[in-house]
């Protein structure tokens, strides 16, 4: 049953062979068991889980239940939640309890799911291997050496350990799709604007999207038709027809034209990812699909753009986290300055302050122009690589992360190292367009190594079909750590 | 040596939409603190802004009303900066491409008209209110204010005294309430202004260092905050110093500016564009929607008056001061378009003097113009005399009498003697009883001309037409 895909699970339910009570149960005593070791929730609330669950059984005994209703769904700590602590892997919010629900919780309660925690992450979702979280490392369920990857990788480890059948993520700069890659599951980042941004606390507004994380692609579609649309609270969430994600999954591959960045394939990437990218793509020649090289000549500028804009905006997003109207305030302080200084000082880590310092700095007077203005520039320019990229194929494919999961520590003392993590997730982060990361096999010391998917703006359904469709004929998604 | 007063104010006008601009909480003054304060408004995590489209078409308005440019895209930027009345440790102001560019206002100082021209006026959020009384020496913080919206308006430095700061500030004052985007409560800081002052020789084309006086909430703080500011330039230069760049504050009660934070103190503010909102694009058909509705504005209406109902340009300007005053005088006017004049002496004179003695504005006038314009007719025709006519105003006015005009004439005796053969025998009458004061006349004495028109009319109690009065005498004595 834990293996089971949503599909399978709604099945359970509707035939009444279990309760969302008992399926609720059921991953309660697993993460009960398992978390300790993995560390992959903030908060567990049997309570309120089980209450749900019981409203979520009404609902499949009056017929009245639609996909995900009673399915147990794990909440990256992220998203507000209304009663529920809302912590965002930061001593800052330790003590916040959210009034109100985030836009994404509202659509997974309308749909009648569970909220089986609040899960683990890098501390204000600044971080590559979830070891910045004010709670602690999260543990890789492949290795525990390893790290999950970061900063869903609270979300990522709870459905690749198990303990929850679908988790949600956050993505600003991967870290929906490396976490995914290094956890050996499936995960989406979709096109910006499409996930209503209200609720989730903001790291860089213009490029935080939310997204899901699942086992396989057909998961990763049931759980999109819950969390997209519209939301009018949300003034850059786009106003398009409702789609239904799952409609595309069946579409042959045939006459599919994936687009290799020459790019990516050049340097930096460890041999074994680059195997295991060889080998999918092997498969996908199988499935039909043709590939040709293009080009993303400014790619190699994506992580020190990203490095500017993403703490720019984090600096001035993080100001509201000052101790005076909630969360974490020092205890003694002698005046308004020094109350500000001392909470701000406390309430954040390292990796945090850095950004708020790299944030500051560049949108000085006598900095703006030479790093935020030009790193605009440079943003527009990665875009329109993409575009152009685009007008040669219809999916751009190549390693989610250069390398399989490196082990905790290793690369905590070296923010450079780490940042490289992200060096294929973030030009699409900063162009909005969608990505994904799906499990393609294993690499060194048995770690999983993570396919990522590029589309076209609004092209979810087509990158779940070519998900799907490697998926149907290959089982690297249902393998699972054996714990 | 001579000096050159530069003034240039920067105006904060709360807009009178219903709810915040970047939220749905209401703006209302006077509630319970916090009690008009949202998620939103609160910045708790995860929230985010929506721009208000109230907002946003009233400071289009302000911008059809000066001729100014209306940017499209328009862009919102954070102004960044920490104080506990400002949640979000940004407010969303605009910073490149404000909603509004140039434009100018007219003003008229005495007879002289000039044209202060503006530089911008952009959208901002209003900050909440820190509360440092009665919360034993700690501070409150009240944000029902937080998120109100606000449209700066900056102008050049083009005044050139206390007196032209003043007239800008009037008719700006005037012409937001005209248009109806701010109520103009400068109590309730509806309407706050800082002022930008600098002196410089006379002659002297470059600008001297300037200092901003923050937050003058009435139109005499602002003249009297200019005129100690100027002084005390003035008195450093002469006395061989410099100014320092620096914000001060106006002291009410001590009627004297003092440094509130130098230059060297100001913020860096990290201005960037707000990842929150997006551009805001205004297509031609929404601003020729807004020209539509938007009222005849004071200056064409000044023009119009001046054109149309033959009224200096001193009438026409007090007679558009507020667009409830120039109703007013339209409504009386429009049943005597001849007697224009006489309409607006009546207003500005016994109709303005009485609103002044009662406090009240002219849309409580208890007269209501078509009775004045009735009266007026009364006059024009000779049924009263201006003086009578004080008293049927009186009567109106006090509601005495609620009787038409005629009817109040009547009951009160009022009606002017206009019958020629009647004042003929009266006359005759006052001549026959002062035979001294007319040899006095005859004999050069001019002033006893008017102790007979004097007698005349104490014989009729007033009501006879002293013009009719004068005419017959002035025959008879001839």
Same mark, same amino acid.
């Given at each position: ?8 699970? *709604? ?60 399915? +147990? ?91 929850? +059948? ?12 490396? +976490? ?31 997204? +899901? ?86 790619? *190699? ?183 | ?110 007879? $002289? ?32 204010? !937080? ?19 003043? !007239? ?40 001297? $260092? ?172 000779? $049924? ?82 002293? $013009?009719?009065?004068? !005419? ?7």
């Amino acid at each position: 049953m834990f293996n089971d895909s949503l599909k399978q699970l *709604s099945k359970r339910l509707a035939d009444r062979e279990i309760s969302s009570v008992e399926l609720t149960t059921e991953f309660l005593k697993r993460i009960k068991q398992l978390n300790p070791q993995y560390n992959a929730f903030i908060t567990v609330d049997d309570e309120k889980a089980l209450a749900q669950a019981r409203i979520a059984d009404q609902k499949i005994a009056t017929d009245k239940a639609i996909p995900l209703t009673g399915i +147990p769904v794990a909440q990256k700590d992220i998203f507000c939640a209304k009663g529920w602590l809302t912590t965002c892997g930061s001593k800052m919010l330790s003590n916040f309890v959210s009034p109100y629900d985030a836009c994404v919780i509202e659509r997974f309660n309308q749909a009648g799911a569970v909220n089986i925690g609040k899960t683990n992450m890098d501390e204000f979702a600044m971080g590559s291997s979830n070891e910045t979280s004010f709670y602690g490392p999260v543990r890789n369920p492949w290795d525990v050496a390893a790290v999950p990857g970061g900063s869903s990788g609270g979300s990522a480890c709870a459905v690749a350990a198990r303990m929850a +059948p679908v988790a949600t993520g956050t993505d600003t700069g991967g870290s929906i799709r490396q +976490p995914a890659a290094l956890c050996g599951i499936s995960g989406i980042k979709p096109t910006y604007g499409t996930v209503s941004r209200y609720g989730m606390i903001a790291f860089a507004s213009s490029l935080d999207q939310g997204g +899901p994380m699942a086992k396989s692609a057909e998961d990763l579609a049931l759980m999109l038709n819950v969390m997209t649309g519209f939301d009018a609270r949300d003034s850059t969430s786009l106003q398009r027809e409702t789609e239904d994600y799952m409609r595309n999954l069946e579409k042959p591959l045939s006459g599919l034209r994936i687009g290799l960045p020459k790019e990516y394939f050049a340097e930096g990437m460890s041999s074994d990812v680059e195997k295991a990218v060889e080998q999918a793509l092997g498969e996908y020649r199988k499935l039909g699909a043709e590939t040709l090289e293009v080009s993303l000549a400014n790619s *190699s500028l994506s992580i020190p753009v990203y490095y500017v804009l993403a703490p720019a905006e984090a600096s001035s997003n993080l100001s509201r986290f000052d101790g005076v109207r909630y969360g974490h305030r020092a205890k003694a302080y002698e005046n308004l300055g020094d109350m500000y200084r001392k909470s701000r000082a406390e309430g954040f880590g390292a990796e945090v302050k850095r950004r708020i310092l790299i944030g500051t700095y560049v949108l000085s007077h006598g900095y703006y122009d030479a790093y935020y203005i030009k790193a605009q520039k440079l943003r527009r320019l990665i875009a329109e690589d993409f575009k152009r990229a685009f007008t040669h194929c219809d999916v751009i494919m190549g390693p989610t992360a250069p390398t399989v999961a490196f082990d905790i520590g290793e690369k905590s003392s070296d923010p450079i190292q780490m940042y490289l993590s992200d060096i294929y997730t973030s030009g699409a982060s900063l162009a909005g367009l969608p990505g994904m990361s799906i499990p393609i096999g294993f690499g060194e010391k048995n770690r999983p190594v993570g396919l990522h998917i590029v589309g076209n703006y609004f092209a979810e359904a087509r990158m779940l079909n070519v998900a799907h469709q490697y998926q149907l004929v290959t089982d690297w998604h249902q393998q699972a750590p054996d714990l | 040596m001579q000096w050159e007063i530069v003034i240039g104010l920067e105006v904060h006008t709360q807009l009178s939409t219903q709810s915040k601009i970047f939220s749905g909480a209401s703006i209302a003054y006077g509630a319970m603190p916090n009690t008009q304060a949202c998620a939103v408004d609160l910045a708790l995590p995860g929230v985010l802004p929506v721009l208000n489209r109230g907002a946003v078409e009233h400071a289009i308005k302000l911008g059809l009303a000066v001729g100014a440019k209306i940017n499209s895209p328009s862009i919102f930027a954070r102004k960044n900066y920490f104080y506990p009345d400002l949640p979000k440790g940004y407010q969303i102001s605009q910073y490149e491409l404000p909603i509004v560019e140039g434009g100018n206002i007219c003003i008229q100082v005495g007879e $002289t008209e000039k044209y202060i021209r503006l530089t911008r006026a952009h959208l901002e959020e209003d900050a909440g209110k820190s509360l440092h009384e009665d919360f034993h020496g700690m501070s409150g913080i009240d944000l029902n204010r !937080a998120g109100t919206p606000l449209l700066e308006i900056v102008s050049e430095p083009d005044m050139r005294s206390s007196a032209e700061a003043v !007239a800008y500030a009037k008719t700006l004052h005037a012409l937001v309430r005209w248009i109806g985007i701010c109520d103009g409560n400068m109590q309730e800081g509806s309407f706050r202004c800082d002022a930008n002052v600098s002196v410089r020789p006379r002659g002297v084309e470059k600008f001297g $260092t300037r200092c901003e006086i923050k937050n003058l909430n009435s139109f005499r703080f602002l003249e009297k905050a200019i005129d100690f500011e100027v002084d005390r330039q003035i008195d450093i230069l002469e006395d061989g110093g410099t100014i320092r760049q620096e914000t001060r504050l106006y002291d009410a009660n001590k009627d004297e500016t003092r440094t509130m934070r130098s230059k060297e103190d100001a913020n860096d503010y990290r201005y960037f564009p707000d990842p929150d909102l997006l551009p805001v694009e205004i297509s031609p058909a929404w601003i020729d929607q807004l020209k539509s509705v938007l009222p005849e504005l004071p200056q064409a209406r000044r023009a119009r008056y001046i054109s149309e109902y033959d009224l200096s340009a001193y009438d026409a300007s007090v007679l558009t001061s507020s667009r409830e005053i120039a109703d007013y005088f339209e409504a009386v006017a429009k049943q005597l378009p001849a007697q224009a004049k006489l309409c607006a002496n009546w207003i500005m004179g016994e109709i303005s003097a009485r609103l002044n003695k009662e406090d009240m504005d002219i849309t409580a006038c208890p007269v209501p113009p078509e009775k004045l314009a009735a009266l007026l007719a009364r006059i024009h025709d000779g $049924t009263v005399s201006g003086k009578a006519a004080k008293t049927v105003f009186e009567c109106m006015w006090s509601g005495e009498l609620d009787q038409d005009v005629d009817a109040i004439i009547e009951t009160k005796g009022l009606k002017q003697i206009s019958d020629n053969s009647a004042i003929e025998k009266l006359v005759d009458e006052v001549l026959a009883a002062n035979e001294q004061q007319v040899a006095d006349y005859r004999n050069g004495k001019e002033k006893a001309f008017n102790a007979l028109v004097g007698q005349v009319m104490k014989a009729t109690k007033g009501q006879a037409n002293p $013009t009719q009065v004068n !005419a017959i005498l002035k025959k008879k004595l001839s």
